[in-house]
Structure formats: C-alpha cells, structure tokens
C-alpha cells in the first residue's frame, strides 16, 4: 500500500470512527393518550446528534469522548408522521437545535455542540399533537404537562399553576389565568379566552416570499385545554396561526405557531381587563400591538 492510499484509508477510517453511534435507548414509556411529550436527557463532550423514531433512539459523536443517555422517556410512542413536531431545549451550557423535525418522515434529530472542555448534560423535549386522553405528560385525566387541564382544584398547568390553586377552569371559579391581572375569574369566567381588538397597521410581518405585509385588527382565542389561535387581518387577506400554550411567564404566554406552511415561537403579553397588548412571532419577524 503506498503512503497516500495509507493516508487516503486513515483518514476515511478517522471520518467514520469520529461520527459514531455510542449509545442507544428504547423510551421508557409512562403514561397513556393525549398529546404526546418526551423528555430526553444524554451527556456530550463536544458535538453529538441525537436520532428518534418511534420509541428508539441513537446517539451519534460527531467530535469529542463518547455522548451517552443519561434519559429517555415518553408518555407515548412518537408515531411515524407526528402532528405539529415541536422541540424545546431545556437545559446544558451549549447549544442545542432541531436539526430535522419529524413531521415528514417520523424520524427527528437533534443536534448538541458543547464547546466548553469535558463533557456537560443536555436536556430537551420534544412533543407532538395526536391521540386522546390525558395531558402532554400524560396519565389520563392528568394535568396539562404534568398532570390535566383541570383535575379538580388543583390541576395546575406546568405543575406549578397558573394561579394559587385551581387549574384552567375549574368551574371558572377564580381558577383560570388572570386572578390578579385580568378580572381575576380566568379566560372571560368560564376558562376560554376571547380577544378582538387593534386598529389598521397595528403590525407587520415577513411572509413565505419574504415581502413585509402589514397586520391590522387581531382576533385571539385560547381554550380550556390549551390549544391557541391567533388570526389577524392583513393587506393582503386573514391569517390564521394554531399552536398549544406551552408555558406562562407573569403576563406573558409562549407557544410555537404555524401558518400557512410558516412557523414560529410565538410571545404574547397580556393586559388588564382580558385583553392583549403585544403579539410577536420569531422566524416570521410578526410584530403586532394593540
């Protein structure tokens, strides 16, 4: 063998040694119908992609010492071609990014790079719409991720609540969100939020060719179980985004969106009275306020 098919052959051997799979997990799958959520968490010295399908998954070291799991469980197993795929990093001092979703073709990857010396733990999540019977995080009549949307008085969204005590509903007996910067008995008293407000050019917002259009009057409709809508009036027509609350912050409410094949990490600010002051949509560069 001469020294450049030596060299040739080393360094293909290196390439394939350096992306290689090091670990793989079946999901521990707790919990029943609903909305689905998993919650992944695995250890990476450098860069590391993680594949799901179905309740297998595979790491793969890209650079670095090998990236194991550390965890990997599901309220249910991610079906083939899920519904609305969404991905959310939870914690780890570098990076962490979807690199392929798993609406086309069931097959989701996640990619981690942690430039930092050693290795370091990453968590993330990731969820999907379909099924029936408990909330994202399963068990049914549980609350909505982590338990269900009411459960009496003391299902509270994000196992923390939205307020001091009931979950979205509960009878709309103080159990909703507002309780202090709304009227204080939830979305309108019965556990739905209803908003219909704005003025012409109230906004704007980046569409699918890359022209800015603008947004006028804004109609916002959150129910009881969590899902979101959010339809504007522009210059050139109604758009409707759909999505899920996925977590609240003071007077503030997040969400990922999508719209007419565009997608984005919606934040919405709330006022007093049921109302709202601000809409903003990342990716799309949406801007709206009231």
Same mark, same amino acid.
Do not use: H
């Given at each position: 063998?001469?020294?450049?098919?030596?060299?040739?052959?080393?360094?293909?051997?290196? *390439?394939?040694?350096? &992306?290689?799979?090091? #670990?793989? $997990?079946?999901?521990?799958? $707790?919990?029943?119908?609903?909305?689905?959520?998993?919650?992944?968490?695995?250890?990476?010295?450098?860069?590391?992609?993680?594949?799901?399908?179905?309740?297998?998954?595979?790491?793969?070291?890209?650079?670095?010492?090998?990236?194991?799991? /550390?965890?990997?469980?599901?309220? &249910?197993?991610?079906?083939?071609?899920?519904? #609305?795929? +969404?991905?959310?990093?939870?914690?780890?001092?570098? /990076?962490?990014?979807?690199?392929?979703?798993?609406?086309?073709?069931?097959?989701?990857?996640?990619?981690?790079?942690?430039?930092?010396?050693?290795?370091?733990?990453?968590?993330?999540?990731?969820?999907?719409?379909?099924?029936?019977? =408990?909330?994202?995080?399963?068990?049914?009549?549980?609350?909505? #991720?982590? !338990?269900?949307?009411?459960?009496?008085?003391?299902?509270?969204?994000?196992? %923390?609540?939205?307020?001091?005590?009931?979950?979205?509903?509960?009878? !709309?007996? +103080?159990?909703?969100?507002?309780?202090?910067?709304?009227?204080? !008995?939830?979305?309108?008293?019965?556990?739905?939020?209803?908003?219909?407000?704005?003025?012409?050019?109230?906004?704007?917002?980046?569409?699918?060719?890359?022209?800015?259009?603008?947004?006028? &009057?804004? /109609?916002?409709?959150?129910?009881?179980?969590? *899902?979101?809508?959010?339809?504007? @009036?522009?210059?050139? %027509?109604?758009?409707?985004?759909? %999505?899920?609350?996925?977590? /609240? @912050? !003071?007077?503030?409410?997040?969400?990922?969106?999508?719209?007419?094949?565009?997608? =984005?990490?919606?934040?919405?600010?709330?006022?007093? &009275?049921?109302?709202?002051? $601000?809409?903003?949509?990342?990716?799309? #560069?949406?801007?709206?306020?009231?």
């Amino acid at each position: 063998m001469t020294k450049l098919s030596l060299f040739l052959f080393t360094l293909a051997l290196t *390439s394939a040694w350096s &992306q290689r799979i090091t #670990d793989r $997990r079946t999901a521990d799958i $707790r919990g029943g119908g609903g909305d689905g959520k998993c919650t992944i968490e695995v250890e990476v010295d450098d860069v590391a992609e993680v594949e799901i399908i179905g309740r297998n998954a595979t790491i793969r070291t890209l650079n670095g010492g090998p990236a194991t799991f /550390r965890r990997f469980v599901c309220n &249910q197993e991610m079906p083939l071609r899920p519904n #609305d795929f +969404r991905f959310k990093g939870i914690d780890g001092r570098g /990076r962490q990014d979807l690199v392929r979703g798993a609406d086309n073709g069931g097959r989701a990857i996640i990619r981690i790079e942690d430039s930092k010396g050693g290795s370091e733990g990453y968590t993330f999540d990731i969820f999907w719409r379909g099924g029936g019977g =408990g909330g994202f995080n399963g068990g049914g009549g549980g609350r909505y #991720d982590n !338990g269900g949307n009411n459960n009496g008085g003391g299902g509270r969204y994000d196992n %923390g609540g939205s307020n001091n005590g009931g979950g979205w509903n509960n009878g !709309g007996n +103080r159990g909703g969100w507002n309780n202090g910067w709304g009227d204080g !008995g939830g979305w309108n008293n019965n556990g739905e939020f209803n908003f219909s407000g704005g003025r012409r050019g109230s906004g704007s917002y980046r569409d699918r060719n890359g022209d800015t259009r603008r947004l006028d &009057q804004a /109609r916002v409709v959150v129910r009881n179980g969590g *899902s979101l809508t959010v339809e504007f @009036q522009t210059d050139s %027509g109604r758009i409707v985004f759909g %999505g899920a609350v996925e977590r /609240r @912050q !003071g007077r503030r409410i997040y969400s990922r969106v999508r719209a007419s094949g565009m997608t =984005g990490e919606l934040e919405m600010e709330m006022g007093s &009275q049921n109302t709202v002051n $601000r809409i903003t949509i990342r990716d799309i #560069d949406l801007n709206w306020s009231n």
